[in-house]
């Protein structure tokens, strides 16, 4: 008499751990997407002060500088779902490129107090954004594992859940940019 308690039970407790486990794990997801957002928003507060440094040594090469201005603020002004703001993001991180190596064209820029604290800022937002980078990853393939493990993958196919996309970069973003003298 007393299995026909215990079983039902256990199940039912088994249920709730693998139910709570998921929901944390989407939760920290969330969380580390969450925290990438916020270093992509310090970076897009820095570059209008970068730009406008950068105008006064580089009126020529304002190309760049007016497409980071309007991929900036296609990204502030439209706040675009996921997946389109981390594609922007992409192009950002390319133009950014873009405008290291054009700098690198102007020693009185370099030698400007204000565009060695701003690139200094600006490097400092890259490193904590990458460090958010990878504890996004960390955490979609914690909780991708647990999609897929028995048994918390029945609970996650009765809640509805399916994998997270990782944070990942175009093979074309991953080669070193040429810098020539």
Do not use: W
């Not at 006064?56 to 296609?74: A, D, F, P, W």
């Amino acid at each position: 008499m007393t299995y026909l308690f215990i079983i039902p039970l256990s199940f039912l407790l088994i249920c709730v751990l693998l139910y709570n486990n998921l929901i944390s794990k989407k939760n920290k997801v969330e969380e580390a997407y969450r925290s990438i957002d916020v270093m992509l928003k310090k970076r897009t507060d820095l570059i209008p002060q970068l730009v406008n440094t950068i105008k006064g040594y580089t009126k020529h090469e304002s190309e760049t500088l007016i497409s980071l201005t309007k991929l900036r603020n296609n990204i502030v002004d439209r706040d675009p779902p996921s997946e389109l703001r981390l594609k922007l993001e992409s192009q950002m991180d390319q133009l950014l490129g873009k405008l290291q190596i054009t700098v690198e064209a102007y020693p009185d820029l370099k030698a400007s107090e204000n565009f060695l604290l701003l690139q200094s800022s600006l490097n400092e937002v890259e490193e904590q954004l990458s460090a958010s980078r990878r504890a996004y990853n960390a955490a979609v393939y914690a909780f991708n594992n647990t999609l897929e493990m028995f048994p918390s993958n029945i609970v996650a196919k009765f809640m509805g859940y399916s994998p997270k996309t990782m944070f990942t970069i175009k093979p074309s973003e991953a080669d070193l940019p040429k810098v020539s003298f």
